[in-house]
């Protein structure tokens, strides 16, 4: 069966789009079918070879799409071991915790409380967030790219606004819960990753965008989460010493 370039490059593009690369195979050889049949069809009605092939592709729709849409049938089976794995270590960190508990003196309440904090609230906390983590579809992020960073900006706003302010920071607070921006600060890669993989698609001027935002986002995170002002100003201070 004769398949045309032009297919090729569209089951590669919807391709792209599908995590499971065992699939990539099947995927690519049903689509580059299914484009050629359709093909066919539109040659017997008559059209010229250049316009079915047009046809075809248009039919079946934009590849991105396409992919993410065979993305949420095409799943790799979840690593039961790597997640036994991190159980494991959740479990032997709270029968840590708990022995730790048992050496804290009488009378010293405040370790005491911490302790608790880290055994009962926190380590739960954290298996939830892993669990949740590792069967979130993170495709939510390449379709909505400007959720996740325009998210962050507002957090991170309405911290420097109404937030508390402790060792110089200032931490989102929403009653009792508060927030650091320096936790923050660990999620605005994963903002960046989304904004590259919808710009991926637009050449040139996509990867130009995505340097600027780079650069953008290190220059925020620099002087919002670490001491870079500070640096340049001991060194400044250091060269004209």
């Not at 579809?137 to 508390?164: E, N, W």
């Not at 508060?178 to 989304?194: N, Q, Y």
Request: glycine fraction near 8%; charge should be positive.
């Amino acid at each position: 069966m004769n398949v045309s370039d032009a297919f090729h490059r569209y089951a590669e593009k919807v391709c792209e789009q599908i995590r499971w690369k065992k699939a990539h195979p099947a995927v690519a050889q049903e689509i580059e079918d299914h484009l050629t049949d359709q093909k066919n069809a539109y040659l017997a009605a008559g059209d010229s070879e250049s316009i079915a092939e047009e046809k075809a592709l248009l039919q079946m729709g934009d590849p991105v799409s396409v992919g993410a849409a065979l993305d949420q049938t095409h799943k790799p089976a979840p690593q039961w071991g790597i997640i036994g794995l991190v159980l494991l270590l959740f479990v032997l960190g709270g029968i840590i915790q708990v022995l730790l508990l048992k050496t804290i003196p009488v009378g010293n309440d405040a370790l005491a409380t911490r302790s608790a904090q880290v055994l009962f609230v926190f380590l739960p906390l954290s298996l939830a967030t892993f669990v949740g983590m590792y069967f979130l579809d993170f495709s939510f992020f390449g379709k909505h790219p400007y959720v996740l960073p325009l998210g962050l900006l507002m957090v991170d706003l309405a911290a420097q606004l109404f937030g508390v302010s402790y060792c110089g920071k200032r931490w989102f607070t929403l009653g009792s819960f508060a927030l650091s921006p320096l936790a923050l600060s660990l999620l605005f890669p994963l903002a960046f990753c989304g904004l590259f993989y919808r710009l991926r698609s637009q050449g040139r001027r996509g990867y130009l965008i995505s340097g600027v935002l780079a650069v953008v986002f290190c220059l925020f995170l620099s002087i919002r989460f670490s001491s870079l002002p500070v640096t340049l100003w001991a060194a400044a201070t250091f060269r004209h010493s």
